[in-house]
């Protein structure tokens, strides 16, 4: 009985995986496609400094009506944490926050290869605007365009080094 159940889960788990797959392929099409007709208005530059912060504070956000619908939520917690393993941890306004079930002590991911999309791509380079970073991260955005401030300080103290 126990070996049935088991085995249907894995199952359905991996129907699950698989058709999120497909999904995010097809998500990356999609952003391939645009990206032909409009570049983003902001440059991410800078790199990830493993504070673990964004795995331990993970706001997904929900379209404002969705928000103010229980079940919706309730769905939306149910799925991530099926699908990512992501306990949730509250909602601030429209902003589903969990904490990663597969980061470690240390701030390591222990599925990096196999780690999702949303993670992959973190924080992701929108058309407009840019996403709100954890206080310390090490990742920035600058406009398109424009000189990179640090970038130029780090150029300038090699010159007089
Ligand atoms: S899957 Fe890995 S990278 Fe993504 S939130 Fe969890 S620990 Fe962080």
Not at 70 to 90: D, E, Q, S, T
């Given at each position: 009985?126990?070996?049935?159940y088991?085995?249907?889960q894995?199952?359905?788990?991996?129907?699950?995986?698989?058709?999120?797959?497909?999904?995010?392929l097809?998500?990356?099409?999609?952003?391939?496609?645009?990206?032909?007709?409009?570049?983003?208005?902001?440059?991410?530059k800078?790199?990830?400094?493993?504070?673990?912060?964004?795995?331990?504070?993970?706001?997904?956000?929900?379209p404002k009506?969705?928000?103010?619908r229980?079940?919706?939520?309730?769905?939306?917690?149910?799925?991530?944490?099926?699908?990512?393993?992501?306990?949730?941890?509250?909602i601030?306004?429209?902003?589903?926050?969990?904490?990663?079930?597969y980061?470690?002590?240390?701030?390591?991911?222990?599925?990096?290869?196999?780690?999702?999309?949303?993670?992959?791509?973190?924080?992701k380079?929108?058309?407009?605007?840019?996403?709100?970073?954890?206080?310390?991260?090490?990742?920035?955005?600058?406009?398109r365009?424009?000189?990179?401030?640090?970038?130029?300080?780090?150029?300038?103290?090699?010159?007089?080094?």
């Open positions: 009985m126990s070996f049935l088991k085995t249907v894995w199952s359905v788990r991996a129907v699950f995986f698989v058709g999120g797959w497909i999904f995010e097809t998500q990356r099409v999609e952003d391939k496609f645009i990206c032909l007709f409009k570049r983003p208005e902001y440059i991410r800078g790199g990830c400094q493993m504070s673990g912060m964004c795995c331990r504070n993970l706001g997904l956000l929900l009506a969705w928000s103010r229980a079940w919706i939520i309730r769905y939306f917690v149910w799925w991530h944490r099926y699908r990512y393993k992501f306990h949730f941890l509250g601030v306004d429209n902003l589903l926050v969990y904490e990663c079930g980061v470690t002590k240390d701030n390591q991911c222990s599925i990096y290869p196999w780690r999702p999309r949303l993670c992959r791509e973190y924080p380079v929108q058309l407009w605007d840019f996403p709100k970073l954890h206080k310390g991260c090490g990742f920035y955005f600058i406009q365009g424009r000189a990179d401030f640090a970038e130029t300080l780090e150029r300038e103290k090699k010159k007089f080094s």
